[in-house]
């Protein structure tokens, strides 16, 4: 369910078409068809509906918030480093993006970042805010690796 919530709020962002979100769903319900809420969504003809619908299944029992982070960091920066991408257009997104997590995890790290990553650019500094945007994209990367290190994994 958390690769359906990322797709729900990049959809939402306006980081990634409708195409991507639907496509999810449907695998997911054909490898779980006896999942109520899937069937619902499935079925469900109102966009908006089925997007604030899903996000909202965020707090569903057994929703894993670090599968959940792990899945929503690789995809957008997946879209950061994206020829295409504009850092000013990307931040916006990611604001919105975050306006739509469930509070559960909005102010946790490292989602709490994506209210901050862009604060350089108002001051024109794209180094420091692309650095603060790495953060983010290293988040479990670096605490995992912090893990091992010091032996509590």
Same mark, same amino acid.
């Given at each position: 369910m958390e690769e359906l919530i990322v797709h729900a709020l990049l959809y939402s962002a306006g980081l990634e078409e409708w195409?991507?979100? $639907?496509?999810? =769903?449907?695998? *997911? #319900?054909?490898?779980? $068809?006896g999942d109520g809420d899937l069937l619902d969504l499935e079925f469900s003809s109102d966009e908006n509906d089925v997007i604030s619908h899903t996000i909202a299944l965020f707090d569903r029992p057994g929703t894993d918030t670090?599968? /959940?982070?792990? @899945? &929503?960091?690789?995809? &957008?920066?997946?879209? !950061? +480093?994206? +020829?295409?991408? %504009?850092?000013?257009? #990307? %931040?916006? @997104?990611? *604001? $919105? *993006?975050?306006?739509? *997590?469930?509070?559960?995890?909005? !102010?946790? @790290?490292? /989602? $709490? &970042? =994506?209210?901050v990553a862009g604060d350089p650019l108002g001051w024109g500094d794209e180094q420091l805010c692309r650095q603060m945007y790495m953060r983010f994209f290293t988040y479990y990367t670096d605490q995992e690796q912090g893990d091992e290190k010091y032996g509590t994994r």
């Amino acid at each position: 369910m958390e690769e359906l919530i990322v797709h729900a709020l990049l959809y939402s962002a306006g980081l990634e078409e409708w195409k991507a979100y $639907s496509e999810t =769903l449907d695998r *997911l #319900f054909m490898e779980n $068809s006896g999942d109520g809420d899937l069937l619902d969504l499935e079925f469900s003809s109102d966009e908006n509906d089925v997007i604030s619908h899903t996000i909202a299944l965020f707090d569903r029992p057994g929703t894993d918030t670090d599968v /959940f982070g792990k @899945k &929503l960091t690789k995809a &957008l920066r997946d879209i !950061y +480093e994206r +020829e295409d991408t %504009d850092l000013r257009d #990307f %931040d916006e @997104k990611c *604001l $919105s *993006l975050w306006d739509n *997590l469930p509070d559960t995890v909005a !102010y946790e @790290k490292p /989602f $709490s &970042l =994506l209210t901050v990553a862009g604060d350089p650019l108002g001051w024109g500094d794209e180094q420091l805010c692309r650095q603060m945007y790495m953060r983010f994209f290293t988040y479990y990367t670096d605490q995992e690796q912090g893990d091992e290190k010091y032996g509590t994994r």
